[in-house]
C-alpha cells in the first residue's frame, strides 16, 4: 500500500472549518483513500473514503486532487470533540485482507 | 455505521498467566478482522489478520504462540495472550472488515491490558 504524508499536529478555532492535507504521491490506481480518527483511548473511528471523486457525508468532507496525488479532509464546523489524531491511509481493494496500515496520523486539536 | 464491540475493555492480569479478549461484530457478519496493539503516543501496529474458519496471518515480528488467535465464527474473534509478561501491557484493538459497500473497516472500543 502506498504511503502517506501528514503534518504533525494542526490547531483549529471551535466553528472554523478544519482542513487536513495528506500527501499519497505513489497511490495506485485502484487504491482509495480512507480516513479514520482516534480520540484519546478509544478505538480509531471511520470517518470517510474516496476513489477519485470528492466525497461527502454527514461528518466530513473529502477532496482528492485530480491527480490524486493528495488530499484534504473538511470537517466544516470544527467543535472541541473533533480533538483527535486523524489519520489517512491509502488501501487497495483487494490483497493483503485489505489490511488498513497506520502512519502516525495529524493531532488535531481544537480550541476555543 | 457498523458496530464492532470487545470485551473486556480494561482487564488487569499476573505474569504467567493467559488473558483472552473478545471481539465481536454486533449487526454484520465479518469474515475478515483484524488485532492491532498500540503502545501510549505510538500508532496502531497490525498484529495479525484473522480469517473466520482458517488460520491467522501474523505479521513480521509477533509470535504467534503467545499472540493466539481464534476466529470461529462469522461474528466473533478472540486474541489470547499467552503468558504474559509486563512488556505485553498495551492497548489491542480489533477491527472487522465489512463484506461489500467498500469493504470498509470499523473498529471496537479497544481492550486495555496490564500485566503486572
Known amino acids: 500500500d502506498a504511503k502517506t504524508t501528514q503534518p504533525t499536529s494542526m490547531d483549529c478555532a471551535e466553528g472554523r472549518a478544519a482542513n487536513l492535507p495528506c500527501n499519497h504521491s505513489t497511490i495506485s490506481g485502484n487504491e482509495y483513500v480512507y480516513w479514520y480518527r482516534q480520540i484519546h483511548s478509544q478505538g480509531p473511528q471511520y470517518i470517510i473514503h474516496?476513489?477519485?471523486n470528492n466525497e461527502t457525508n454527514e461528518m466530513a468532507s473529502l477532496i482528492i486532487t485530480e491527480d490524486r496525488k493528495s488530499s484534504t479532509l473538511i470537517l466544516p464546523h470544527a467543535t472541541l470533540r473533533d480533538t483527535a489524531v486523524y489519520y489517512c491511509i491509502v488501501r487497495g481493494p483487494t490483497g493483503g485482507g485489505n489490511k488498513l496500515t497506520f502512519g502516525t496520523g495529524t493531532q488535531l486539536k481544537v480550541e476555543l | 455505521g457498523a458496530v464492532v464491540s470487545q470485551h473486556p475493555s480494561r482487564v488487569i492480569c499476573k505474569s504467567g498467566t493467559s488473558v483472552k479478549i473478545e471481539c465481536r461484530s454486533l449487526?454484520?457478519?465479518?469474515?475478515?478482522m483484524f488485532w492491532y496493539r498500540q503502545f501510549p503516543k505510538q500508532s496502531l501496529m497490525l498484529m495479525a489478520t484473522?480469517?473466520?474458519?482458517?488460520?491467522?496471518?501474523?505479521e513480521q515480528g509477533v509470535e504467534k504462540d503467545k499472540f493466539l488467535i481464534n476466529h470461529a465464527s462469522l461474528t466473533l474473534s478472540t486474541l489470547t495472550v499467552t503468558s504474559a509478561h509486563p512488556e505485553d501491557s498495551s492497548f489491542y484493538i480489533c477491527?472487522?472488515?465489512?463484506?461489500?459497500?467498500?469493504?470498509?473497516?470499523?473498529f471496537g472500543e479497544g481492550s486495555w491490558l496490564t500485566v503486572v
Open positions: 474516496g476513489l477519485k
Open positions: 449487526d454484520f457478519q465479518a469474515t475478515t
Open positions: 484473522s480469517n473466520e474458519g482458517s488460520k491467522a496471518t501474523y
Open positions: 477491527s472487522a472488515k465489512v463484506t461489500g459497500s467498500g469493504n470498509t473497516i470499523y
